[in-house]
Structures are given as C-alpha cells and as structure tokens.
C-alpha cells in the first residue's frame, strides 16, 4: 500500500516532468540566491483574468499610479493610446504642474484621448511619415522606464497577451530621455546614424541591461551573436517575425544541438509576407501558434534561462530598418524565470501547425483551429508554399 507521503512525491515528481515537457527541456531550478527587486517589477498581462473583463486592474493602473506620483516631468513615446487611465493619470499629472510631453504614431493621433491631451496644453508630435514610430515607453522623473511590449490601450493591457517593465535606473532614464528628445525636439524619425545610446550598456544591482533603439542601433546583428552564443535553449515569442537573419541563427542553433522552441502570433503567420513560420518548422523546429483570440503581442527571446530580450521591436525588417523601436536585454536567471513562466503559459495555449509536402518546392500549411476571423490566404511564391 503506497502511504500519503509517497503519494505526494509521485504527484509532485509528474508536475515536474509535465512542465519540464511542456517548455522542451528548459530547467525550471531557481538560482541559489534571490536578489533585489526593487529596482524592478514586471507585468504581464491576463486576458483570462476577471479584469480582462472590466478593463480595469492591469498593467496600466500600476503604470498610471506612477504617473500619479510624478513630480518632475513624464514624457512618452506611445505608438498607440486609448487608456483612460492613462489619459486621466497624464492630464492631472499636467494640472498639477509635471511636464508633460508625448511623441506618437500620426495615425493614432486623432484618437479621443489624445486628442483631450492635446486640447488640456500637452504638446503631442507625430511623426508624420509612412514608417512607424513604434515605441511603447514612457519615462517618469529621468529616473524610472517603463516599457516592454504593451501599447497603452485596451486591447494592448487587457485583451493582447503582453509585458510590461517598471526599471529604475537614472542611466537608463537618460538613454531613453536622449531617443525621446531625438524625436519630441529635434524632429527626427526613423534616422540611421550614430547610436542613440549614451550609456548602451547599464548595470542596476548587479544586472546588466543593454539597450537598443532602431534603426540606428544595428539591433538586428546583436539579436544574432545572442542566438549564436545559446549554449542550451532559446525561447521566444513572436507576435511578427520575418528577420530573415534572426531565422537563420535559430536554424543553425538547432543544427548545433540547442534546444529551439517558440510561440509566433497566429494572424500574422496567416497574413505577413515573408513570415518565418514555415521556415522554421521545415528546419525541424518546434514552432506553435499561439492560441489567444486576440494577439499574443510578445517580442521576446530567453537565452539559456539567463538573458531576455523584450520590448517593441518585432522580429522584421520594418522594425530594423524604418520603425522607431525600443529593444532591452537584459541579463538575469530570476527575470528570465519570470518570462519562461509566461512562455509556458502562451505555449500551453497554443497548437502547432503541419505542413505537409505536396511536390519538390510547393508546401502547403494549415494551420489548426483558425479563428474565425483569420481567413486571408497569402500565396508565398518567393518560397515556393502557400499560408493558408
């Protein structure tokens, strides 16, 4: 008769190996020592949670409470804003007299809450140019950054699966600052030139974070000698990803023997030219579509569970060579456990597609569960497969 103890153990053992299954391999053991958050807090959201449903309590209430405490100054880089919260947090902070400035995508710039921004004082620049100006981040006091993947709107905080980062470093506030007023004073989108970065490498309580803005930072070549330096696995998860340099190091990772395994966003496998999807599945990779009715909005890398990378940036040529992004990396065993808990989250949702050969060089792909609003066919010719 097996007593209550060994039960216990058996089931505690088989929870291990489920997730030790579900995640590839990736080991789920914590670093010996717990070291100071303070300095950080991440966010992600839950479009299963309560909150989801009452548009209130994510992300972005932490992020307007900031706002609320700002004393100084709050600028921000939005691709996109429709937060109330947000909306109501910038215009008492300029009531009470913070400056406040904001820098946006011109084709979101007639959205209602921008436009109350505009019409309370709050100076807003578009960037009045076809590419986009893509960031998501905003700065408090030159003091704290707060960026990741989210937009500041309704979908981006309650219905898209995101990240959001709280980081407190004064050197990091001024990197971000010095790419704000690129854009805010001197009026320059999407310029290639000398990197943007005073400090392009800070350390906050021993973390080191490397930072990134496009298009002039090359972000595109440190992505790569990231992949190519995996000794053991790399995850992401990606809501775009045609980099056809990214594609190719996570190929030639797996050949070596790394343990290669991600989440790509299911509508924009079905609708982008050029997607790396198949790519990678026929390269032998296991690859997912993500299962959330909305968008699974992540643009993340985990290295070897010690290196994350995360921001605005989508894994695409836009996002290296016209779009204004922000990319972090950042070097932590513990934030990486913390976005490897997300991963295994997104990736228990998602379902893989199959691609079956039809004749030498046509493929055909069909991926499960489609939603119901996903039936745009995109025919790959330049690939020799059609994404259906």
């Not at 007593?3 to 088989?14: E, F, K, N, Q, T």
């Not at 010095?178 to 009026?187: K, Q, V």
């Not at 976005?339 to 597609?353: D, H, I, K, M, T």
Request: charged share 20%.
């Amino acid at each position: 008769m097996i007593g209550g103890s060994s039960i216990v153990v058996i089931v505690l053992a088989a929870i291990v190996l489920i997730y030790r299954a579900l995640v590839g391999g990736v080991s789920a053991d914590p670093p010996a020592a717990t070291p100071s958050t303070d300095w950080y807090t991440i966010y992600f959201t839950d479009p299963n949670a309560p909150s989801a449903r009452t548009l209130r309590g994510g992300p972005d209430q932490k992020l307007a409470e900031a706002i609320d405490a700002a004393r100084l100054s709050v600028d921000v880089a939005a691709y996109d804003l429709d937060l109330w919260s947000l909306r109501d947090a910038l215009l008492a902070a300029h009531r009470r007299g913070v400056r406040v400035r904001m820098v946006t995508e011109s084709d979101f710039i007639s959205n209602p809450e921008v436009q109350a921004l505009i019409e309370a004082g709050i100076e807003v620049l578009g960037d009045r140019r076809e590419s986009l100006m893509h960031n998501k981040f905003m700065i408090i006091d030159r003091l704290e950054v707060w960026t990741g993947s989210m937009n500041f709107t309704v979908n981006g905080a309650y219905r898209n699966d995101n990240n959001l980062l709280r980081l407190r470093s004064s050197r990091l506030a001024e990197d971000f600052t010095g790419e704000f007023e690129e854009m805010f004073l001197d009026d320059q989108f999407g310029l290639r030139g000398a990197p943007a970065s005073r400090y392009p490498s800070v350390t906050v309580e021993g973390v080191q974070l490397d930072i990134f803005f496009s298009p002039e930072d090359d972000t595109v070549d440190r992505l790569v000698e990231l992949v190519q330096s995996a000794q053991r696995s790399v995850r992401f998860m990606a809501f775009s990803f045609t980099s056809d340099p990214l594609a190719s190091a996570l190929q030639a990772a797996s050949r070596r023997g790394v343990s290669v395994q991600g989440v790509m966003e299911r509508d924009q496998v079905a609708s982008n030219i050029g997607s790396e999807y198949d790519y990678l599945r026929r390269a032998g990779i296991d690859v997912r579509l993500d299962g959330n009715p909305s968008s699974m909005h992540h643009k993340v890398l985990i290295i070897d569970e010690q290196i994350v990378v995360t921001g605005s940036y989508n894994f695409s040529s836009n996002a290296e060579d016209s779009n204004d992004e922000n990319l972090l990396v950042i070097h932590d065993a513990y934030i990486a456990g913390q976005f490897l808990s997300e991963y295994a989250r997104v990736l228990s949702l998602a379902q893989p597609g199959q691609t079956w050969q039809i004749e030498p060089g046509l493929w055909l792909t069909l991926p499960f569960l489609l939603r119901s609003y996903s039936s745009q066919t995109v025919g790959k010719i330049a690939y020799g497969y059609f994404v259906c």
